[in-house]
């Protein structure tokens, strides 16, 4: 892992939670539009100082590994990005996190935040976030990097603005929200009315007409 170590012996995990000015791997809303990200330098400084930041296993708060009100998660804003230092705590989970990290199955860092402050705009066809600034709330050892460059990964609470810069010009078009077509009501089946026999009395008033005139006579 480029920037993920491990002390097993002390139970540490250290590494680059977050690097400045690096173009992230393809990333999608939670509506499914595709974009790229760039984190520029300061955007994480104001959150840093204020912020009670966590550490968590896979963005799971069940699994805290660290808090830096405790001092079990140091964090260092420098030029090139956010470094962490994650005391791991004596749990099984925490064991387990060593040990995932050691193997490599967790292969780096990834963070959580919310209300980015961003310029958005296309470059090269591509949507392109490019935040300035952004509430930090936690940063995770992960399984699965977006940054591959990095070797972390982002956690996003929020969908990719929408209001781009066109890039020479060019339009780009929104996409239509999805209409979902109504389901037709069942066709409720004809009724049947069962055929009812005719009964054919001639016979029977032939007989009565029969009868009475017998009597007369």
């Known amino acids: 892992m480029e920037d993920v170590k491990i002390d097993k012996e002390n139970r540490v995990i250290t590494g680059r939670a977050v690097v400045y000015n690096s173009m992230s791997n393809e990333l999608r809303t939670m509506s499914g539009d595709k974009f790229r990200e760039i984190i520029m330098p300061g955007a994480l400084?104001?959150?840093?100082?204020?912020?009670?930041?966590?550490?968590?296993?896979e963005?799971?708060?069940v699994y805290l590994l660290g808090r830096k009100s405790a001092g079990t998660l140091m964090l260092e804003d420098r030029a090139d990005g956010l470094y962490v230092?994650?005391?791991?705590?004596?749990?099984?989970?925490?064991?387990?996190?060593l040990?995932?990290?050691?193997?490599g199955d967790l292969r780096g860092f990834s963070f959580g935040f919310n209300n980015p402050r961003s310029k958005n705009y296309v470059r090269s066809g591509e949507k392109i976030r490019e935040i300035q600034s952004l509430n930090l709330r936690e940063v995770s050892v992960v399984?699965?990097?977006a940054y591959s460059e990095t070797t972390l990964s982002v956690m996003r609470n929020e969908d990719f603005v929408e209001?781009?810069?066109?890039?020479q010009g060019e339009k780009v078009d929104a996409p239509a929200p999805e209409v979902r077509k109504e389901d037709k009501a069942p066709e409720?089946?004809?009724?049947?009315?069962?055929?009812?026999?005719?009964?054919?009395?001639?016979k029977d008033y032939e007989l009565r007409f029969k009868f009475l005139s017998l009597d007369k006579k």
Not at 86 to 96: E, H, L, N, Q
């Open 188 to 202: 409720t089946p004809a009724v049947v009315q069962p055929e009812v026999q005719k009964v054919d009395k001639s």
């Open 143 to 145: 399984s699965s990097p």
């Open 59 to 61: 963005h799971n708060p």
């Open 163 to 167: 209001n781009l810069d066109k890039e």
């Open 99 to 103: 040990v995932s990290a050691e193997r």
């Open 85 to 97: 230092k994650i005391d791991v705590p004596k749990t099984s989970y925490g064991d387990d996190t």
């Open 45 to 57: 400084r104001e959150s840093i100082d204020k912020n009670d930041v966590l550490a968590f296993k």
